[in-house]
């Protein structure tokens, strides 16, 4: 069957943080269940460790996704830190070495939803990218199937005023494991826009700028995501990346009562700019679902996910970003 994707095969399933609808996120069980229910690509965001060391964190802030608040030791970490403009508290990885890190152990980040994934609580590691890496060779030299890598620089300018660096270590390894090529299946994805031109010409991975709903990149001051997904905007960002990444309610939003509405056109004007579309994050809790599409009242219930992926794949997504991995193949492949 012919899609309307921009390439007219099917969209890609990227499992977002791993399988992590079903274990705590960014962790290698996360993303080996992920392969194991057929995800083409993982997701890693990468932050860095004080030795300069990529790990993969959905944040640099580790109290909610880790041990460490529980961890004498590390008591005296904990600072408050402005990062992108807004303040953070907590214990970050830049201040950790990764000898260090590699003692504090994984925790589920959303409790209150995903009581299931708590009794894995405590038994994962936090993984380096390097790790992540050779988890995806492992499965191809054994299976023959290789999965893709999606990694996304987070907080990149931040970083680098610490003398801390994504690119030079995240494009080493990637090359040493295969990933370096336009053909090969890697994107590297960013909210920031500096970054992303850097990497342009410095590889040819191919690149996705991440915009959401509200605000700008962290790195240009007075540019908003909105002018960004504009025609010309959508041009600017073609000169140097090959698709964007909306937060899912740019694509398709929502009606004064949460219904899922129509597509906003999104799609279409970024394939005109020759971009592909990759939106996030499709999960099953009934939080996170239209109105029309949830089961109950009991926002940890599972909804209708794949009534709501069926009508973003209408509307022509080249690929998704979901928590869970299993029910979006099945949306997609049905």
């Known amino acids: 069957m012919t899609m309307t994707t921009l390439t007219g095969e099917p969209p890609i399933i990227i499992a977002h943080r791993g399988a992590s609808g079903e274990r705590p996120e960014h962790t290698l069980a996360a993303y080996r ?22 790990v993969a964190r959905h944040e640099n802030e580790i109290g909610g996704t880790t041990d460490v608040a529980d961890r004498p030791e590390f008591a005296g970490r904990k600072v408050t830190k402005i ?14 070495t990764l000898a260090e890190l590699k003692t504090l152990r994984a925790r589920e980040r ?7 994934n ?4 405590g038994q994962y590691e936090i993984p380096t990218f390097e790790e992540v890496l050779q988890l995806l060779e492992t499965h191809a030299v054994k299976t023959g199937r290789r999965i893709g890598v999606y990694p996304e620089t987070k907080h990149p300018s931040y970083f680098a005023t610490l003398g801390l660096n994504h690119e030079a270590p995240m494009l080493r390894l990637l090359k040493q494991y295969g990933f370096d ?3 090969d299946p890697v994107f ?29 990149p962290p790195d240009i001051a007075g540019q908003t995501y909105a002018s960004m997904v504009s025609p010309s905007g959508l041009a600017a960002i073609a000169a140097y990346a090959d698709g964007v990444g909306p937060s899912k309610d740019m694509v398709i939003g929502r009606n004064a009562i949460g219904q899922l509405g129509e597509p906003t056109g999104l799609v279409a004007a970024a394939h ?4 592909v579309v990759h939106p996030w994050t499709f999960r099953r ?16 219930e599972p909804g209708d996910l794949a009534g709501e992926i069926r009508a973003f794949v209408a509307a022509g997504v080249d690929g998704l970003f979901s928590d869970n991995p299993a029910q979006a193949v099945t949306a997609v492949r049905q």
Do not use: H
Request: charged share 25%; glycine share 12%.
């Open 33 to 54: 269940l992920a392969i194991e229910q057929g995800a083409d690509f993982i997701e890693p965001d990468l932050v860095l460790t004080k030795d300069g060391i990529l």
């Open 83 to 96: 990062i992108d403009g807004q303040e953070f508290s907590g214990w970050f990885t830049e201040d950790f």
């Open 110 to 116: 959303l409790p209150d939803l995903r009581a299931g």
């Open 118 to 121: 708590m009794p894995y609580d």
């Open 181 to 183: 090529g336009a053909d």
């Open 188 to 216: 590297i994805q960013s909210f920031e826009v500096g970054n992303l031109k850097a990497l342009a010409r410095n590889t040819e991975v191919r690149l996705v700028q991440l915009v959401a709903g509200e605000g700008g």
């Open 272 to 275: 005109e700019a020759g971009l």
């Open 285 to 300: 809790e009934n939080y996170f679902l239209p109105t029309d599409l949830k089961s109950g009242i009991d926002p940890r």
